[in-house]
Structures are given as C-alpha cells and as structure tokens.
C-alpha cells in the first residue's frame, strides 16, 4: 500500500470555516478535520485556534465553537462543497430550523482565486468579512501571500478590539500531529 505524500497532492487551496454548537462540539470539530484530511483528494494544511462564539442571526441558541482550515484540494469548489455538505450530513447534521442549532457547519470560503456567483455556490463566501467568527480563525490560516491577508486580519483584529463581539480564544490544538501528517 503506497502512502499520498501530502507534497505529491498537488491542487488548489481553499479555505473552510466550521462551527458547532450542539452535543461534544470539540469532538464534532476534531471528527470533521480529521475526515476530510483522511481523503485522498483533500490535505489539511493549517487549523486554527478554537474559538468560542456568542450565537449571531438567531440567538437563542448555545454558543458556538468555530474554527477554520486551510486545506489543499483536486477537488473543483462544487464537488468540494458537495463533499462538505456529505459529511455535515454524516456528522449527524439535521436542517431544521434556519440558522439554529447544528452539530457541525463546514462553509467554504475561499478557493483558491475563484469568484462565482451560482444557485449552488457563491465565492468568496458572501458574508464572510461580516461575521467575526469567522475572520478570527481564519486570520489564524490565511497565507501570508493570500490577496485577503490584509483586510481579513485588520477585521478579524478589529473585531476582537471592539470586545462586542463575543469571540473568546477556547483552546489551540495540534490535531494534525497524530494522524498521518508527516509534519516536515
Ligand atoms: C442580522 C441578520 C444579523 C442575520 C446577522 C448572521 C444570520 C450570521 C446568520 C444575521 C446572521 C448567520 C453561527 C452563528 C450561525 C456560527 C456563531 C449565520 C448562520 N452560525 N453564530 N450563527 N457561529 N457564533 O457558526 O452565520 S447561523
Ligand atoms: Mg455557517
Ligand atoms: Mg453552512
């Protein structure tokens, strides 16, 4: 059996925000990263700091941890966004109410430098630079020659200035250490 080199993967780099905020939500989150990572057409690259959030758009709700990846992909953004909606469905993911509580979100956000406007996928996410919980981990990910650096990381500082906006560091991890990341 002949181990993929995360070098030999080649492809594009894309950026996923996830959240959960319903049963074991560190758990969910580890299980997510570690499932896209043991594909053989998606490498993560670069996890973020886990980050506690104040529910945004329908409040009633528990609170969040959200976190981001940068990965590295063969897949095109729609089979990609397919293979994300598949594991938030495996992941016991149930669309019930909207923007109510779920055992686990992965939305992509960046890939590579695509822009589309389509029913199924919009790129960049549309309300990325809007929300705080997500800027903040993804300023975590982000490449330092990434054309969104910048501006993602003077939000992301911004927002967590402003201290309003209920984002709380929850813990740093190194999830990658320990399954089949060879690290250097
Ligand atoms: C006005 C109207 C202001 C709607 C904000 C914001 C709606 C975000 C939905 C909004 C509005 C969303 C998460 C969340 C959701 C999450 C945290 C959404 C979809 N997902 N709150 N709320 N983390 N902290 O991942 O993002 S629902
Ligand atoms: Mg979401
Ligand atoms: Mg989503």
């Not at 993967?9 to 580890?30: K, P, Q, V, W």
């Not at 990572?37 to 329908?58: A, C, H, K, M, Q």
């Not at 979100?105 to 919009?122: I, P, S």
């Amino acid at each position: 059996m002949e181990q993929l080199l995360p070098s030999n993967l080649g492809g594009f780099t894309a950026y996923i925000a996830l959240g959960s905020n319903m049963g074991d939500r560190e758990e969910l989150l580890r299980q997510a990263v570690e499932r896209l990572n043991e594909r053989g057409d998606i490498e993560v690259l670069r996890i973020s700091s886990l980050y506690e959030t104040d529910p945004v758009g329908f409040t009633d709700q528990p609170a969040f941890l959200n976190m981001a990846i940068a990965v590295q992909t063969t897949l095109d953004p729609i089979a990609l966004l397919r293979v994300q909606l598949e594991e938030e469905r495996l992941l016991g993911r149930v669309r019930d109410i909207r923007w109510g509580p779920r055992t686990i979100d992965l939305d992509l956000l960046l890939y590579d430098n695509v822009t589309m406007d389509g029913a199924e996928l919009t790129l960049p996410h549309p309300r990325m630079m809007e929300r705080a919980f997500v800027l903040v981990p993804l300023s975590d990910v982000i490449a330092g020659d990434h054309p969104l650096r910048n501006s993602v990381s003077t939000a992301a500082a911004a927002a967590l200035q402003e201290g309003k906006e209920g984002i709380a560091l929850w813990k740093t991890i190194n999830w990658l250490s320990g399954y089949g990341h060879s690290g250097s």
